[in-house]
Every structure is written in structure tokens, then in C-alpha cells.
């Protein structure tokens, strides 16, 4: 009877530590084996920060429709090929912070409430990123550095809003160049594709800034033509103070003559 209750004592003490604590080789909450890959999904989860223990041999990491504002500290993830942060709100990114995913290959931040993009920052430590979706978020101007050019396949950034001015007139040339030649593609430097530019929105720019160009060379003729005509009025009213004096000069003299 004593040697059945150590050995009960014995099976317990083995068993109560792994329904407290995930035993060794258990996947976290929201972490699964889909198709061989580790997936891990927390959607919905109202987090303000990436959560903590997510293992170390993730491949999809899927934080969406959540309430992280700021994307600061990103975990060492070697395997991580997807991050999913859309539908958060996200204000600031720490571009630099995305080398802790060396294997990164697409990225989503679209439906966010991000006002730059720094690409260039981490571009070089991502040799397999492809994919960047920016789209619906409160970009105002982008650059080719920024944007990662010419490195990424695919740049989404679409339903931003763009202010129009020069910095993006390089976007507005490609996005000429686009429709002019649509079947080669959105052509960018070095032969890289962008494919998901909203190339309406981008004209509307382009013409915006047409518009202007327009408008500020009517202003600068007009103001000529305004410093034309009262440079004609000083000298009209010049010549006649000169013809009005010769004339009470003539008129004395004559009186003189006269008298």
C-alpha cells in the first residue's frame, strides 16, 4: 500500500509541472503545425505589443486587428517569413528592429496609421523581402530610398495621402512611364517591378501638379505684365509733368516778350 502511494506521489510530480507549464516541444496558444510549418495567429487578442514566447521557429506571424500603436521591440525570429500586423494602429515603426528577422519576406502594416517609411534603414539585412503593404495609412510622401527601391518586388501604397509636391515627382514619372507601356509592367530602376501602386490616385497628383505649374506661370506673366504697364504710367506721367512745366515756361516767356 505505501509502495502504491509513492508511486502515485511520483506520477503526479511528474505531471502537475506540465499542466502548470507547457511541457518541452508544446506549441504556445494561438501557435500550430499547418502544412509542416509553425503558424502562429493572434488576431483579435486586443494586444498593445508583439506577445512574448512566440518560438524561435515560427514562419507566419499573424498580429492583425489588434491595438499596437508602436512597432518598437521585435523579437529574434531567424525563420520568420510573414509578418501580419494589418488593421492595427500602428503610428511609428522601427525599421532598424526588422533585422531581427533575417529571413523576412513579406510584410503587411497595411490599415494602419503610419506617416513615414524607412526601408532603407534595414533593406540591406533583408536579403528576401519582396513584399511591403503600406497601404491605408497616412504616408503624405515617399522616396525611392525609403520605400526600399529597387530591392523589393512589390510595394503597395495605395489609398494614402500623398501631398503633391516635388519629392514625388519621381513616383509620377514611373507611374507615366506605367501607362504609356503597360505591358512591360511597372518598371522602376535595375528592372524592379512595383505592381500595386494605385497609378489613379498617383495621376491625380501628377496632374495637381501640372495645375500649379500652370498656375504660378499665369501669376509670374501677369505680374510682368503689371510692372509693364505702370513702368509705362511713370514715364506717361513723367513726360507730361515735363510737357506741363515747358508749357508755363513758354507761357512766362511769351508774357515777358509780350509785355
Known amino acids: 500500500m505505501a509502495r502504491t502511494t509513492n508511486y502515485s506521489w511520483l506520477l503526479l510530480s511528474l505531471v502537475l509541472p506540465c499542466a502548470v507549464v507547457p511541457c518541452v516541444g508544446e506549441n504556445p496558444l494561438g501557435c500550430r503545425i499547418f502544412r509542416g510549418i509553425l503558424v502562429c495567429l493572434f488576431q483579435y487578442h486586443s494586444l498593445t505589443d508583439l506577445p512574448s514566447g512566440i518560438p524561435d521557429d515560427v514562419v507566419s506571424l499573424d498580429a492583425s486587428f489588434n491595438s499596437i500603436r508602436n512597432l ?16 492595427n494602429r500602428i503610428e511609428t515603426v522601427s525599421w532598424v528592429s526588422l533585422r531581427r528577422l533575417p529571413a523576412l519576406q513579406n510584410i503587411h502594416l497595411n490599415d494602419n496609421k503610419i506617416t513615414s517609411v524607412n526601408l532603407d534603414v534595414v533593406i540591406n539585412h533583408l536579403p528576401d523581402l519582396k513584399l511591403v503593404d503600406l497601404s491605408s495609412n497616412r504616408l503624405t510622401s515617399v522616396s525611392v530610398q525609403g520605400l526600399g527601391l529597387p530591392f523589393l518586388e512589390k510595394v503597395n501604397i495605395d489609398s494614402n495621402p500623398f501631398n503633391c509636391d516635388c519629392a514625388l515627382l519621381w513616383l509620377m514619372n514611373k507611374v507615366r512611364c506605367l501607362q504609356e507601356c503597360p505591358r512591360a509592367g511597372p518598371v522602376l530602376e535595375n528592372n524592379t517591378s512595383i505592381q500595386e501602386v494605385n497609378s489613379k490616385e498617383i495621376s491625380k497628383l501628377a496632374i495637381g501638379s501640372e495645375q500649379i505649374i500652370i498656375m504660378v506661370s499665369v501669376s509670374f506673366l501677369a505680374l510682368l505684365f503689371i510692372l509693364y504697364i505702370m513702368r509705362k504710367i511713370r514715364r506717361v506721367t513723367s513726360e507730361d509733368d515735363i510737357g506741363a512745366a515747358a508749357n508755363v515756361l513758354l507761357k512766362k516767356f511769351c508774357g515777358d516778350e509780350l509785355r
Open 72 to 87: 518598437t521591440h521585435v523579437p529574434l525570429l531567424y525563420n520568420l517569413c510573414t509578418l501580419n500586423l494589418r488593421s
